[in-house]
């Protein structure tokens, strides 16, 4: 519950994560996440994937509910969102 009368659901959250690189690079990354509808992930602000169900990975590296990425950036500054 939220203190002081504030939502305790449907709340929306951003994440962004910037990174450098000095060169092109593959790279994967692993979200464990508590999503109750779902998620959306843009990497250089270009939409790479969505989900729209209830995200829940409770701890546990190898569930379904896990989300992975795996991309490819260029040599800079990128984000994930």
Known sequence: MCDGGGSNS???TI??????????ADYKFF???DFGRGSALFVNRNFVTARQ???WWDGNWLSED???L??????GVDNII
């Open 53 to 55: 169900e209830d995200l």
């Open 31 to 33: 979200f464990g996440v």
């Open 66 to 68: 896990m989300i992975e």
């Open 15 to 24: 994440f962004t994560f910037y990174f450098t690189d000095s060169e092109d």
């Open 10 to 12: 449907n709340i929306g």
């Open 70 to 75: 795996d991309v490819h950036v260029e040599a």
